[in-house]
């Protein structure tokens, strides 16, 4: 391709909402344009990276037995319905009306649809299993769309679902996507792992997130170097914490009340009484779909509220506002504790339980209990793991201190069970002419996210440095004085030549000044670059480099091509 009849403008400046450096490369390399907050388009250079990334994964979902069609973006509200998520997704989903006032929804995800396929053409357990992917369009209204392609509103998803007869068959299905997604990632060069990730109320078994490590990821992925143990942090366990300094005096026969005027931080009323903050019962009143519920962590502990969501059975869960707290509690927000609430479940941390003696809120303004000692003085209604695991903490598998870590969620493999076949009749018939509900499973892969991520760990101050199996062409040319007749013939002689060899290549014969080519070249960051000049030209020579290490190398002009499938062959 000649750059002069391509579609492609790099930018000088980064564009002003480009936080991180894969959004701020994708649009200065002229890869991608945003349209609206979330909404891209991808340039004809991004679209080849993408498409290049869509066959790998096609390639490897094919050989893995998956079979592809595609299902349409607008999906009926009744199958929503039917599920029940019309109600509870959210404004995550986009919402529409056909011009007879129906109701529609722009996919974020297809489990309804397919299910629906599914559930119309299979009646027998010989049809199953069966194992159906795309790759296609999603909307998802996100409440903060940034990061450009790493967290869209409209982006790319290849997504799998999986029917089955029994929980042995999804299990091999789950295990032939994760293979297919390691060899996905491991063919992109990407450094990821693969954690164990929140099944939240759904009630699937198992489900695994594939997290590329990179410190502008929004996760954050706790791993044990120890026995490989990986888990999201919103699942993430840890062993048993070791036990706070000990209680200062003696312990009273009932938790007594103290004055503690304007501290409801853990930190200022700690250092007010003079006691460490392991030594709290830090108190949350949470609202959720279904009640008001209160929440006990230590105080040095974080509460993970994903983790009190899925005890609770709840969708939705938020921190009451101050007037529900004094409602629940009696007293005001910041002062909340657990001795003598009624009316309310009470759900408190393992570690709360094992302190034997403990300060907290005293449900009055400007008091706090101290020489409460927990089952005595209150009994919570469920005791669970409810705190954010940090580095350093035991794990939970092997004792060893545990690491965390920032990664990019590009991969999501689940394990439904039945609650989509169930809610919505997609059911099979056994040997014996029984009815089941089929057993599902989903597999999400992030196309967009994958290419961003593949920028955010391939990179340097020059620009973006493709793996290859993603760069969007394998080299760039560059005649650097295309006016001299000497160099256009030689450049075009490579051209040529490189095409005819099946080499991609984009030919930079734009009427610009060197420094603009060369640093163009860098940003967009092709692995290999052949540089055509005018004195090397009268010497016979061209410049070779690696985009890598961006060392310098004349070869014979003559040779230009071989050597330049030489060192593609060598990244
Ligand atoms: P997140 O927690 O990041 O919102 P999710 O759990 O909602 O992700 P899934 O529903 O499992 O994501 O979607 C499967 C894959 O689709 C994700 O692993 C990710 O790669 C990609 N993805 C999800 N949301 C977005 C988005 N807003 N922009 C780009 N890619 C996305
Ligand atoms: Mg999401």
């Known amino acids: ?75 009926p509200a009744e199958l929503w319905q039917k599920s029940g998520r019309w109600q509870v997704y959210g404004k995550e989903l986009l919402r529409l009306k056909d011009r007879h006032e129906r109701d529609f929804c722009f996919g974020p995800t297809h489990e309804e649809v397919i299910t629906d396929a599914v559930r119309r053409r299979i009646t027998s357990y010989r ?134 005027p304007g501290t409801t931080s853990v930190a200022d009323v700690g250092e007010f009484l003079s006691l460490p903050p392991a030594r709290f019962i830090k108190t949350m009143i949470v609202e959720t779909d279904r009640e008001f519920a209160v929440a006990l962590v230590r105080g040095d502990d974080e509460l993970n509220e994903v983790k009190l969501k899925n005890v609770l059975g709840a969708v939705h869960l938020q921190l009451a506002s101050e007037a529900k707290v004094e409602q629940v509690t009696g007293g005001a927000m910041g002062f909340s504790g657990p001795v003598g609430l009624k009316g309310v479940r009470i759900v408190a941390d393992f570690e709360v339980m094992r302190l034997e003696v403990a300060a907290t809120g005293a449900n009055r303004a400007d008091h706090h209990l101290v020489g409460v000692v927990p089952g005595r003085d209150f009994t919570p209604d469920v005791v669970a793991d409810l705190r954010v695991v940090r580095g350093g903490d035991a794990c939970p598998r092997c004792g060893a201190p545990l690491e965390v870590q920032r990664g990019i969620e590009v991969g999501h493999i689940f394990k439904l069970g039945t609650k989509y076949s169930a809610a919505m009749e997609c059911c099979y018939l056994d040997e014996r002419g029984q009815t089941h509900p089929m057993i599902m499973g989903c597999y999400g892969l992030g196309i967009g996210r994958t290419m961003a991520a593949a920028v955010e760990q391939n990179h340097d101050e020059h620009g973006i440095v493709w793996p290859r199996p993603l760069a969007p062409f394998e080299v760039e040319l560059i005649a650097l004085n295309p006016d001299v007749a000497a160099v256009r013939e030689a450049a075009d002689g490579l051209y040529g030549q490189l095409q005819a060899a099946g080499v991609e290549v984009l030919f930079d014969d734009r009427d610009e000044r060197p420094g603009v080519k060369l640093n163009d070249a860098d940003l967009i960051g092709f692995p290999v670059r052949v540089v055509v000049g005018k004195k090397g030209v009268e010497q016979g020579q061209v410049e070779l480099s690696l985009r890598r290490d961006r060392i310098k190398l004349p070869v014979p002009l003559a040779e230009g091509v071989a050597r330049a499938r030489e060192a593609l062959a060598s990244v």
């Open 1 to 75: 391709m000649r750059w002069s009849h391509y579609f492609l403008f790099t930018l000088r400046d980064n564009p002003s909402d480009a936080e991180v450096i894969s959004h701020q490369l994708l649009a200065r390399a002229g890869m991608i344009d945003k349209l609206a907050a979330g909404i891209y388009t991808y340039l004809p250079l991004g679209w080849r990276s993408i498409d290049k990334l869509m066959r790998i994964v096609r390639d490897e979902m094919n050989a893995a037995g998956a079979v592809e069609l595609m299902m349409p973006c607008v999906q």
């Open 127 to 260: 049809q199953l299993p069966v194992n159906l992917y795309q790759i296609q369009t999603k909307f998802r209204d996100e409440i903060r769309p940034r990061f450009g392609l790493m967290r869209g509103r409209e982006f790319i998803m290849k997504d799998a679902y999986s029917f089955h007869t029994s929980a042995a068959s999804l299990d091999e299905a789950y295990r032939a996507m994760e293979r297919a997604y390691r060899r996905v990632f491991d063919r992109c060069g990407l450094r990821y792992t693969a954690v164990e990730a929140d099944t939240g109320n759904i009630g699937g078994s198992e489900s695994h997130e594939f997290m590329v490590l990179a410190a502008t990821g929004e996760d954050a992925v706790v791993s044990c170097p120890a026995c490989g143990y990986g888990a999201n942090v919103e699942k993430a366990a840890s062993g048993p914490l070791p036990p706070p300094p000990a209680w200062p005096g003696r312990v009273p026969a009932a938790p007594e009340a103290v004055l503690t």
